[in-house]
């Protein structure tokens, strides 16, 4: 048996295990249980899209929170019924056609993908005239500006309002299928020759552009792909939490998405993997040091928030002491193990 | 009028500097000629204005028969003009088999979707520019260096990459820029050697930037001297060597006043 065979048998195993798992969980898992499933799923999602423009292009872009939103909006006003778009736009009625339309959900993920990737398009051009600092703050600015628009634009977005009582259509199966085709796809991508080209401008751009390599077309390339799944998760969360408004996707979401890709290793598929896990995972069993605690002799009352600067806390520490994350720029693989493994068996 | 590759009164300004003036030169098919000059005389300005990554103040580039003048650089590249630079800028943190495939990338025909699709059409693909690739530094005996990280390779070896990597993006005519520095005598006799066979063996044109006058002259067929951003004088080596204004812009003099 060749690697090649090997390594696709592996895959294929590894994919009937965590159907399995799932499978499971769908069944009999709690309702906590499932909901950090899926969290998990959607924080990969982002995490890996994310990371193909800062990670493997090297541009710090700060704005993927303006993708989710987009991606969550489109994706609902979709899925909402007629009627409960007419219940729920009180102040303004939802504009025409939109107020008519209702799509199957999976149809409606695709168009949240779509129109993410539609306003990345329109913003790429303003965006990568510059590079550094200069491109982390007109990113940042463009995710301000998505945030203060679903305010203001009542007549499409409800304003501060927000869109309720959606249908919680995201189940694991339709999270986790989302992720493993954007984990496939993405390192695909990444190990292709447009994904060499994307490493090499984080390399060297000069040199990249000398050696044939548009900058351009490959950074436009990515920042597309990455705001299509990160418009599609942003249906799925939006589908599963059932309820969004504008201060629900803010700058906060974005730096939950830094953290997660500088501690798994900016540049790593599988540290993304890894570190969204985690996180998802952390993000509730960290719940506790917002509650109340009783130390015995003194009682800490609960600090909403303490999450929050503990993530910010594991971040500096990793920026300090190990810059290159969980996986550095490396990538877990089956010839990897079994490598690894082999060296097990002789020692 | 020559076809292949001509310079046309390149003139370029740096706010008061102007750092070249009028340069013109037309170079023929497998020519090796030589660029020399004290340090900023503009010998790599002048490179930087053929590759496009700057736009010259007034003149024109013209290669084979097209006006190229401030096309982007990669643009020039995929029209058959490579270069290497003078401070080495390999793409340190890939291996070394990855720093020449990157070369290769113009060359794709696969669009983007089907990469991440795995289609077959595509892998083929991936599989002839690796092997063109291994190809290439079997030639300049780097194969056995293939996947050692790029930044790993002692200063020689990096030296000898750069042009494999220029040399990977297919150019009919390769720009060096000082590819002799930092090198010690015996890696530049060798790298001498090297040009002239690539040269021999792909019908290249060289036009090379070079202070190390053993290599220059015992390597170049026709040399020019910039001095100022003027040039100063252009010939065979031995007419070079003998030119009174080279000896003295070489010597120093305050001719400058
Ligand atoms: N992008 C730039 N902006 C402003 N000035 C520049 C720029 N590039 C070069 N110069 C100036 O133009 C002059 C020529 O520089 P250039 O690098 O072409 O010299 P050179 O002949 O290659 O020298 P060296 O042998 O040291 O490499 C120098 O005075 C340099 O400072
Ligand atoms: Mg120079």
Avoid at chain 2, 42 to 52: C, D, S
Wanted: glycine share 8%.
């Amino acid at each position: 048996m060749d690697t090649s065979t090997r390594n696709a048998l592996c895959t294929i195993l590894l994919l009937a295990v965590l159907a399995a798992v799932l499978y499971v969980f769908q069944k009999h898992g709690t309702e906590y249980q499932i909901r950090i499933l899926n969290n998990m799923a959607i924080f990969i999602t982002l995490a890996v899209s994310y990371n193909l423009v800062n990670g493997f292009c090297g541009i710090l872009h700060l704005g993927p929170n303006a993708f989710i939103t987009i991606g969550a909006y489109t994706s609902a006003l979709l899925t909402m019924s007629p009627a409960e778009k007419q219940l729920s736009f009180i102040i303004e009625p939802l504009i025409w056609p939109l107020s008519v339309i209702q799509v199957p959900f999976a149809v409606s993920l695709i168009a949240g993908g779509i129109a993410a990737t539609f306003f990345a398009f329109l913003i790429s051009f303003p965006v990568f005239r510059v590079r550094g600092d200069y491109l982390a703050i007109v990113t940042l600015g463009f995710g301000e500006v998505v945030r203060v628009l679903c305010n203001a634009m009542q007549s499409l977005t409800n304003g501060p309002l927000g869109l309720k009582g959606l249908t919680p259509y995201t189940t694991l199966w339709w999270s986790w299928g989302v992720a493993v085709f954007t984990v496939v796809v993405i390192t695909k991508l990444v190990n292709s020759s447009y994904g060499r080209a994307m490493k090499a401008i984080r390399e060297d751009e000069t040199a990249a552009k000398a050696m044939g390599v548009d900058p351009f077309k490959h950074l436009l390339l990515a920042f597309l792909v990455s705001a299509f799944f990160s418009g599609v998760a942003g249906g799925l969360l939006a589908h599963l939490i059932t309820t969004i408004s504008p201060t629900l996707f803010t700058f906060f979401l974005t730096f939950n998405l830094l953290i997660i890709i500088v501690v798994g290793g900016l540049g790593s598929t599988s540290g993304a993997v890894i570190a969204a896990a985690l996180f998802a995972w952390g993000g509730e069993a960290l719940r506790v040091v917002e509650s109340p605690m009783n130390l015995g002799f003194i009682t800490i009352p609960g600090i909403p928030g303490m999450r929050m600067v503990l993530f910010s806390i594991i971040l500096m520490v990793v920026i300090l002491f190990a810059r290159r994350g969980i996986m550095g720029r490396s990538e877990l693989s089956w010839d990897r193990l079994f490598t690894a493994l082999r060296l097990q068996t002789k020692a | 009028m020559n076809d292949f590759f001509q310079l046309d009164n390149l003139v370029m300004q740096f706010g008061g500097l102007t750092a070249v003036k009028d340069f013109s030169i037309i170079i023929e098919p497998g020519e090796l000629v030589g660029l020399i000059g004290p340090n900023g005389a503009g010998k790599t300005t002048v490179f930087n204005m053929i590759t496009g990554f700057l736009t010259p103040t007034s003149g024109r580039v013209l290669w084979q028969g097209r006006d190229i003048t401030g096309w982007p650089p990669h643009a020039v590249t995929a029209q058959g003009i490579a270069r290497t630079f003078q401070n080495i800028r390999l793409f340190t943190d890939m291996t070394v088999l990855e720093n020449v495939m990157v070369s290769f990338h113009h060359t794709i025909r696969s669009r983007f979707w089907k990469a991440m699709l795995g289609l077959p059409s595509h892998k083929r693909e991936e599989k002839r520019i690796e092997k063109e690739a291994r190809a290439f530094l079997e030639e300049l005996h780097l194969g056995h260096l293939a996947d050692e990280k790029a930044g790993s390779l002692p200063y020689g070896q990096q030296r000898r990459l750069e042009i494999a990597r220029a040399l990977a993006a297919r150019p009919k005519l390769l720009l060096l820029d000082e590819p002799a520095a930092g090198m010690n005598p015996q890696e530049t006799m060798e790298l001498a050697k090297l040009v002239r066979e690539i040269r021999d063996r792909r019908r290249l044109t060289v036009f090379l930037i070079e202070h190390d006058m053993k290599f220059v002259m015992g390597l170049c067929e026709r040399i020019k001297v910039l001095d100022y951003g003027i040039t100063i004088a252009e010939g065979s080596p031995s007419e070079i060597q003998r030119h009174p204004d080279v000896i003295k812009a070489y010597l120093g003099e305050p001719k400058h006043a």
